[in-house]
C-alpha cells in the first residue's frame, strides 16, 4: 500500500490578462503550497479497475472524478492494465479556491507511477498533468512557491522564499471555477476593462523580503468583485480579517476562501480565535508554507 499527501495551495495574486480563442483565460498568478493537505492511499487489487472510495459525505466518486481520470489517462499513456483502489480522506474544502481536486490528481499520478512500478520521469507527469487541469502541473513542482502563467499551468519555481502564515477561511459556499470566469468575460465586457499594469514583480519582491505591508498594497486577485457578486460572505470575511488585525487579506483562486497574512503562528493563532467565534459554519484553519517534496511514503 502507497500512502500520500495532497496538499492545498492558495493563490497569493492572481490576475487575468485576457480570454483566450480556447475560453480559458491567460493567467499571471503566484501559487502556495500549504500544509493543509488530503490524504490519499494507493492498492493494487488483482485486475485492471480502478475504484475509488472516500470518507467525503457528498464529493462523486464516479468517472468524472478527476482522481479516476488521472489514474486512467497514466493506465493508458503507460499501455499497461494494472487496477488500484484508491482512497481519499478529504480535508481540503471543496471547490474552495484551494486546488483540492487538482492536487488530489496530481498526486494520483505520482502514487501510481510508484504503485505500478513505471518509473515515468517528472517531465513527463507534468505533461499529463495539464491535460487534467490548468492547476494540477503546480502540485508537481518541488518548491513551495511558483509564478503560474498560462491557464496557469506553466510554472516557473520561486526558491528560498520565508515560510508564511495564514488564516484560512472558507464559509459553508462552493464556487465554480468556470462559471467565475463566463461572469468575469461578462463583466469586462459591460465595463470594457483593461487589465491593470503588472505588480508581480513587486509581489515577489515583498515575498521575499517577507513585507507583509509592502505586500498589502499590491496583492490582487481580479476574481473577487465577481466571487462577491455570487458569495457576498466572501467580502465580509475579508473586512472581518482586516478588523481581526491581518494586515493583507485576500481572497484565493475562484473562490470563496479567504486568507489573511500573520506576522508568526502565534497572530495567526489569535486571529483565527478571533474570526471563529464570529460564525461557528466557517471552516477556520492556521496552515503555513509546506516546503519539501509532495510526500509518498509506503
Ligand atoms: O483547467 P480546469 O479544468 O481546472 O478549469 C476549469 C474551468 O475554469 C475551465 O473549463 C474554464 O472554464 C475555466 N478556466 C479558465 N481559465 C483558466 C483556468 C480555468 O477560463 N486559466
Redesign the pocket.
Known amino acids: 500500500m502507497i500512502r500520500a499527501e495532497a496538499p492545498a495551495k492558495l493563490n497569493l495574486y492572481l490576475r487575468v490578462l485576457g480570454?483566450r480563442p480556447d475560453?480559458?483565460?491567460?493567467?499571471e498568478t503566484v501559487f502556495e503550497r500549504i500544509d493543509l493537505a488530503d490524504e490519499l492511499t494507493f492498492e493494487r487489487p488483482p485486475g485492471s479497475a480502478l475504484t475509488l472510495t472516500t470518507d467525503h459525505p457528498t464529493l462523486g466518486v464516479g468517472v468524472d472524478n478527476l482522481i479516476l481520470k488521472a489514474a486512467r489517462l497514466l493506465q493508458r499513456t503507460a499501455g499497461v492494465s494494472h487496477g488500484a483502489a484508491i482512497h481519499l480522506v478529504k480535508r481540503i474544502p471543496v471547490a474552495g479556491g484551494l486546488g483540492g481536486g487538482?492536487s488530489d490528481a496530481a498526486t494520483t499520478l505520482v502514487g501510481l507511477n510508484k504503485l505500478w512500478g513505471l518509473s515515468m520521469e517528472r517531465a513527463r507527469l507534468k505533461a499529463l498533468a495539464a491535460e487534467l487541469?490548468?492547476?494540477v502541473p503546480f502540485f508537481l513542482e518541488e518548491a513551495a512557491f511558483a509564478v503560474g502563467r498560462?491557464?496557469?499551468e506553466r510554472c516557473e519555481p520561486r526558491t528560498g522564499l520565508p515560510t508564511l502564515w495564514h488564516v484560512l477561511v472558507t464559509p459553508p459556499a462552493a464556487l465554480s471555477?468556470?462559471e467565475i470566469?463566463?461572469d468575469w468575460d461578462r463583466a469586462q465586457a459591460a465595463a470594457g476593462l483593461t487589465a491593470p499594469e503588472g505588480s508581480l514583480r513587486i509581489v515577489e519582491h515583498a515575498l521575499s523580503n517577507g513585507s507583509l505591508s509592502e505586500l498589502a498594497q499590491w496583492v490582487v486577485n481580479d476574481l473577487t468583485p465577481v466571487a462577491i457578486r455570487r458569495c457576498p460572505l466572501i467580502l465580509t470575511i475579508l473586512s472581518r480579517l482586516h478588523e481581526a488585525g491581518c494586515p493583507v487579506a485576500l481572497m484565493s483562486g475562484?473562490g470563496p476562501s479567504v486568507l489573511g497574512l500573520c506576522h508568526d503562528s502565534e497572530h495567526a493563532n489569535v486571529i483565527a480565535d478571533r474570526i471563529r467565534r464570529l460564525d461557528a459554519s466557517w471552516f477556520v484553519h492556521v496552515v503555513k508554507t509546506a516546503k519539501g517534496d509532495t510526500a509518498v511514503g509506503e
Open positions: 480570454r475560453g480559458y483565460h491567460e493567467l487538482s487541469g490548468s492547476d498560462g491557464r496557469g471555477t468556470k470566469f463566463d475562484s
